[in-house]
């Protein structure tokens, strides 16, 4: 059984990047798809973006700007970074296997940006 | 992008019942690229149902997703206790995908 665990620091600071590892267990990150995906009580479920574990990646155009996935295989992780954040990033930050469908997900990690 | 918009907000009834939750895409939507997530509080989401229709491991099939073009339902034919929880609809006919913002299915 696939299981994923977000991992990174709550609380931030304006301006700081964000960076955040998802690590996958019980599988291999090999041969799928991996997303990150944010909720807020503002804006709701919000897809980032994708990596394919060769790499290739897909962001959403609102965040297309300041994010990078990156995947590591050796490790079984993949790793998002946002970089200029700002209150609005304030969200629980999710990771979740797949492309355009999410299953399963990890635990999900909230992450806080305040001065 | 394609905004999704369920409703109601909120549905209240009790174990037993038949719930019927609507998602209506601002454009046309095929409905195998149509999925619903279960959320619980202090839970991730959880795959119900991808392809409009199809089931994900392990969900019942009291669980049931139909309709096509711009209004998509998903049907819980008897409620469970266990199955109130908040409900999301989440479209990939066009990237970014996009979610709705959910209806809540409490006990009446």
């Known amino acids: 059984q696939v299981q994923l665990q977000e991992s990174g620091p709550g609380l931030m600071k304006p301006s700081e990047t964000l960076s955040l590892t998802c690590t996958v267990s019980?599988?291999?990150?090999?041969?799928?798809?991996w997303s990150w995906i944010r909720q807020s009580p503002g804006k709701g479920l919000e897809w980032i973006g994708y990596?394919?574990?060769?790499?290739?990646?897909n962001y959403n155009p609102s965040l297309k700007s300041r994010v990078t996935i990156s995947v590591d295989t050796s490790n079984n992780q993949f790793s998002l970074k946002l970089r200029s954040v700002t209150a609005t990033d304030t969200a629980i930050y999710y990771c979740?296997?797949?492309?355009?469908?999410?299953?399963?997900w990890g635990q999900g990690t909230l992450v806080t940006v305040s001065s | 992008e394609i905004v999704l918009t369920q409703s109601p907000g909120t549905l209240s009834l009790s174990p037993g019942e038949r719930a019927t939750l609507s998602c209506r895409a601002s454009?046309?939507?095929?409905?195998?690229?149509l999925a619903w997530y279960q959320q619980k509080p202090g839970q991730a989401p959880r795959l119900l149902i991808y392809?409009?229709?199809s089931r994900a491991t392990g969900i019942p099939d009291r669980f049931s997703g139909s309709g096509s073009g711009t209004d998509l339902t998903l049907t819980i034919s008897r409620l469970e206790p266990e199955d109130f929880a908040v409900y999301y609809c989440?479209?990939?006919?066009?990237?970014?995908?996009?979610f709705g913002q959910g209806t809540k299915v409490e006990i009446k």
């Open positions: 979740a296997r797949g492309q355009i469908v999410f299953d399963p």
């Open positions: 019980g599988g291999s990150i090999s041969n799928y798809y």
């Open positions: 990596i394919y574990y060769s790499g290739s990646t």
């Open positions: 454009q046309s939507v095929s409905s195998s690229n």
């Open positions: 392809g409009a229709s």
């Open positions: 989440q479209q990939y006919n066009s990237s970014p995908w996009t």
